[in-house]
T-cell receptor, first 111, second 113 residues
Framework: SQQGEEDPQALSIQEGENATMNCSYK?????LQWYRQNSGRGLVHLIL?????REKHSGRLRVTLDTSKKSSSLLITASRAADTASYFC???????????FGKGTTLSVSS | EPEVTQTPSHQVTQMGQEVILRCVPI?????FYWYRQILGQKVEFLVS????????KSEIFDDQFSVERPDGSNFTLKIRSTKLEDSAMYFC???????????FGPGTRLTVL
C-alpha cells in the first residue's frame, strides 16, 4: 500500500520552539497532504504538496517532500499552545481517489 | 468560508440496526468521500463518489454499506446491519474536480451497543 507513516508518534515541546514531524510512504504518489486533528474533532486540511514540488510554505508551516526517499516533513515554527493536536500525513494518487493516512504524530505544546 | 457539515454529531444504535449518516458537502464540489476512524487508530478510506456513482471503494466497504446522493446537496452513508466493530468516527469529505485537496466534515461518532 502507499501508507504514510509518521514519526515521532508523540512530541512535546515548549511554546516558541519549532516542531518537526516526518512521514514516510511506500509507493509512488501524486500528492501528499498534511492534516491537523484536535482531540475528538474533524480533520483540518493544512497543506498539499505535489510530487513535482520539493518545498512549500504556508504561514508558520513548511513542508518538504523527497520522492527519492519517499518521505516528507512538516515543520511548525514558533509553536503555540493552540498547535497542540494530532498531525497526519495522507498520500493521494489523483483527484477522486482515496487518501491513505498515517497513524499521526501527537504534538503537545506547553506554555 | 464554506465547509462540510455532518449530522448527527453522535449516533448510538443497537447491533443489527440500520443507520444513515448524513453529510452536506461544499456546494461546488464534485467528489465526495467517506472515511472512518476507529478510536485510537488511523483514518481509513471507505468510498469515493463522483457523477452519481462509486468511483473507488476499500475492502471495508462491503455489502453492508451503501452511499447515496438523494438530492443536490446531501450525501449519505448507510450501514444496513450494524456490528460492534462499526463503532467509529465517520468523516465525510468533498473535493473539487481536478483538485486533490479533500475537505473534511467534523465527523459523526457512531456507537454500536
Amino acid at each position: 500500500s502507499q501508507q504514510g507513516e509518521e514519526d515521532p508518534q508523540a512530541l512535546s515541546i515548549q511554546e516558541g520552539e519549532n516542531a518537526t514531524m516526518n512521514c514516510s510512504y511506500k509507493t509512488s504518489i501524486n500528492n501528499l497532504q498534511w492534516y491537523r486533528q484536535n482531540s475528538g474533532r474533524g480533520l483540518v486540511h493544512l497543506i498539499l504538496i505535489r510530487s513535482n514540488e520539493r518545498e512549500k510554505h504556508s504561514g508558520r508551516l513548511r513542508v518538504t517532500l523527497d520522492t527519492s526517499k519517499k518521505s516528507s516533513s512538516l515543520l511548525i515554527t514558533a509553536s503555540r499552545a493552540a498547535d497542540t493536536a494530532s498531525y497526519f500525513c495522507a498520500t493521494g494518487k489523483q483527484a477522486g481517489t482515496a487518501l491513505i493516512f498515517g497513524k499521526g504524530t501527537t504534538l503537545s505544546v506547553s506554555s | 468560508e464554506p465547509e462540510v457539515t455532518q449530522t448527527p454529531s453522535h449516533q448510538v444504535t443497537q447491533m443489527g440496526q440500520e443507520v444513515i449518516l448524513r453529510c452536506v458537502p461544499i456546494s461546488n464540489h464534485l467528489y465526495f468521500y467517506w472515511y472512518r476512524q476507529i478510536l485510537g487508530q488511523k483514518v481509513e478510506f471507505l468510498v469515493s463518489f463522483y457523477n452519481n456513482e462509486i468511483s473507488e471503494k476499500s475492502e471495508i466497504f462491503d455489502d453492508q454499506f451503501s452511499v447515496e446522493r438523494p438530492d443536490g446537496s446531501n450525501f449519505t452513508l448507510k450501514i444496513r446491519s450494524t456490528k460492534l466493530e462499526d463503532s467509529a468516527m465517520y468523516f465525510c469529505a468533498s473535493g473539487t474536480r481536478g483538485g486533490n485537496e479533500q475537505f473534511f466534515g467534523p465527523g459523526t461518532r457512531l456507537t454500536v451497543l
